[in-house]
């Protein structure tokens, strides 16, 4: 067995993978960029070494930097993680001459199976049904493009190199080959560096279910059953459980034996996946898609149903160990779902809704307990969410005896999550899985596209802008709230007591006396209305009104009427944002129990609205600028009308600007000042954290700016450029 691993990625991955090599007794080195230097998996790591700057290409893609620190460490293997280099032969190969153990399968059977093409083929004569589709490598765009209308219409077009939905593009029409051959392309070199694409017959309403397999280097191979991965969006998985509630035993057992002839197929070693298109009528007409030669991220289903830990058989099959299970000893128990929480923002347009990259500063966590809950994360307090890597933070995973108890106990665990200074998909996910389709097991790849606009938040409730405004009214002093820290005065007010005045002494939390902040007296009339300008991004403006004290105020949103409206000190603050000490089943490891306070839990604010108390989370602070509520985040942003309007922003040239809709980088600009353009053309393309986002023509109209060129760096909501309607064009020329 190895004394020392290094592993080679970053996040929740790595932090995942070190907690097994610490149950194990082995030694693990962590590496970093310079965007990770206090990333959670560099201080839970036993060793750290630097490798590069933030960009990938510099550090986490760099195979000599990565050797180097390996031979530093004295590490004698290699996790890959996922992501990253996990599925680059040359890497497995150079990890081989440099004398240290590849913690995966040999480099041959991930040149194969990383060349879809080829996979196909090499499958098929195993036996194993494959998709319709294209054949041969290097095809041109001409070649794909024959190849697509000789399969017939829709088709779904591949990276040949790559994996995790990155670059694959859904094509109805023939008009649309051209430009999504283009894009697919793109995508394919930024994320794989090789453009190569394949194009297969698309399959309406198919189911997408994957078979987990084990392999030793003595020729044994199993399979731990199926996770069923068809909740994805733009081909992302966002949900994954185990088992399918498709698939009957015949079926898995005949989907299990496929899988095991696909690994045995390429000589495979390690952990590995074969996936399968399914369509839902018919369980039994499943075709092979691809074999993912690495750990997936859905993982932990196959885990906690299993009881096994896949990264401890990995290490151990690497080490020269057998598979000491045969077939008959894989037993599932119970239900399992993930969830995935990524960085990104849902903006909904009609009837789509575009989830773009997020970033920011994790100001405060708070992640779940519960019985049979478990949450693997690379985050803490403090982490900067860049542009730079995967949008993924966090998984969150749950357990039951059956598919309704998995199902309700995530449900709760994704309320109790709160990431506050970023905004993520939690609580879209939340809502997903109280879908009648999702409770029910009527699954298939399309259902989240189809639905993502009744599942989007459609606006900000009125109760969190009345919870910023009265923060903001009450001036929270830093720390928050902690009981003890006020105390009553005559008439029901509230002031600081000796516990309040010792704790400001300490640096702690004060709520200061609320009479001592403006509450719009005047002499000889009723209190005047104290007005706060608040926006929350992707939506508009909002005024709110309060008259009185934090703790007795009316409070009007908007034109609505007030309502009353108070804060309520409930003291103590959350429990703090760290792993379960008690691992549930199919769990690796351990970590320093959970509900100490530390840096960065959030604090309760209680608000009473209209009669009803609500509860919400915030950072430590006074602003009240983050609020969370049932897996929901909320940025509440100070607005200054005035401003804005004289700003030369986005709202002084209104629709006719197009504007980043997240902070990235420019990649394609398709236009130029003088253009005139069609409505819905695109005109340019920024890309964050791997995905491509095209800005397109709001309106026929003429481009008379452009502010942008090929690589430059935007921040969210900057304005990119300006389309002016003909007739408002014609009138200025009129004008002058």
């Known amino acids: 067995m190895f004394d020392a691993v290094l592993v080679a990625n970053r996040g929740e991955i790595a932090v995942r993978v070190i907690r097994t090599l610490r149950r194990m007794g082995i030694r693990s080195v962590a590496v970093f960029s310079d965007a990770d230097a206090d990333a959670r998996h560099v201080r839970e790591a036993d060793t750290a070494v630097r490798i590069g700057p933030a960009s990938a290409a510099g550090s986490y893609l760099s195979t000599p930097r990565l050797l180097e620190a390996a031979a530093r460490t004295n590490a004698q ?186 690994a045995r197929s390429c000589g495979y070693a390690g952990a590995g996946t074969v996936e399968f298109i399914v369509p839902g009528g018919d369980p039994s007409a499943y075709c092979f898609m691809e074999m993912n030669t690495r750990l997936q991220v859905e993982h932990p289903v196959t885990e906690l149903i299993t009881g096994l830990d896949l990264v401890e058989w990995q290490v151990r099959i690497a080490a020269g160990e057998r598979l000491a299970l ?215 403006p909002v005024a709110v009104r309060v008259r009185g004290s934090a703790t007795d105020a009316e409070v009007g949103v908007g034109d609505t009427e007030p309502v009353a409206a108070r804060l309520i000190a409930p003291g103590g603050t959350s429990r703090a944002a760290g792993p379960a000490g008690d691992a549930p089943r199919g769990v690796s490891g351990g970590s320093p129990a959970a509900g100490h306070e530390a840096p960065g839990s959030p604090v309760h604010v209680m608000l009473e609205w209209a009669g009803v108390t609500h509860a919400f989370v915030a950072p430590p602070g006074r602003d009240g600028a983050w609020l969370g509520r049932d897996g929901e985040s909320w940025h509440v942003q100070d607005h200054d009308p005035v401003e804005a309007a004289l700003s030369g922003g986005a709202g002084a040239h209104g629709v006719d600007a197009l504007t980043a809709p997240m902070p990235g980088t420019v990649t394609v600009v398709k236009a130029a000042v003088g253009d005139e353009v069609a409505a819905g053309q695109s005109l340019l393309v920024v890309e964050a954290m791997k995905m491509e986002h095209v800005i397109s023509a709001p309106h026929a109209g003429t481009v008379t700016e452009l502010d942008v060129t090929p690589g430059t760096a935007v921040a969210m909501d900057q304005v990119l450029a300006v389309v002016t309607p003909y007739e408002t064009q014609e009138a200025q020329e009129g004008g002058s």
């Open 77 to 262: 293997a290699v996790h890959p993680g996922y992501g990253f280099l996990a599925e680059n032969a040359a890497f497995a190969q150079a990890v081989a001459d440099a004398g240290l153990a590849f913690i995966g399968p040999p480099p041959a059977a991930i040149e194969l199976m990383g060349d879809k093409i080829r996979a196909k083929e090499t499958v098929r004569a195993a036996g194993v049904p494959v998709v319709p589709g294209s054949s041969g490598s290097g095809l041109s765009d001409a070649e794909l493009a024959a190849s697509a209308r000789e399969i017939g219409m829709p088709v779904l077009l591949k990276p040949s190199a790559g994996g995790g939905g990155k670059g694959m593009r859904l094509v109805r029409s023939e008009e649309l080959l051209a430009d999504e051959i283009a894009a697919a392309r793109r995508e394919a070199r930024g994320s794989f560096g090789d453009d190569t694409l394949l194009v297969e017959r698309w399959i309406d309403g198919p189911r997408h279910i994957e078979i987990q397999v084990l392999a030793d280097g003595f020729g044994h191979a199993i399979h731990l059953g199926e996770r069923e991965c068809s909740l994805q969006r733009r081909h992302q998985k966002i949900v994954e459980e185990a088992p399918s509630p498709l698939l009957d035993e015949e079926t898995r057992a005949a989907m299990g034996e496929a899988a095991v002839q696909a």
């Open 326 to 540: 045969t077939q008959k000893d894989v037993r599932l128990s119970g239900h399992a779902v993930e969830a995935r929480i990524c960085a990104e923002t849902a903006r909904v347009s009609g009837d789509r809704v575009d989830f773009l990259p997020s970033a920011g500063t994790v100001r405060a966590l708070c992640e779940p307990e519960g019985e049979g809950v478990r949450v693997d994360s690379g985050l803490s307090a403090g982490t900067e969410v860049g542009t730079s890597y995967d949008p993924m933070l966090a998984k969150v995973i749950a357990h039951g005896p059956d598919r309704q108890t998995a199902l309700r106990r995530l449900r709760t665990a994704l309320a109790g999550t709160a990431v506050l200074g970023v905004d993520t998909n939690t609580g879209f996910l939340r809502r997903l899985l109280a879908h009648p389709a999702v409770l029910s097991g009527d699954l298939d790849t399309g259902l989240v596209d189809r639905e993502a606009p009744s599942l989007a938040a459609s606006g900000v409730p009125a109760e969190v802008y009345g919870a910023a405004a009265l923060l903001r009214h009450a001036a929270l002093i830093p720390a928050g709230l902690r009981a003890g820290a006020v105390s009553p005065t005559p008439g029901g007010a509230r002031s600081p007591g000796a516990a309040g005045r010792q704790a400001a002494a300490d640096g702690g939390p004060v709520w200061t006396d609320p009479f001592s902040v403006p509450s719009g007296w005047r002499l000889g009339g009723e209190a005047a209305w104290a007005v706060h300008h608040l926006r929350v991004p992707g939506h508009d």
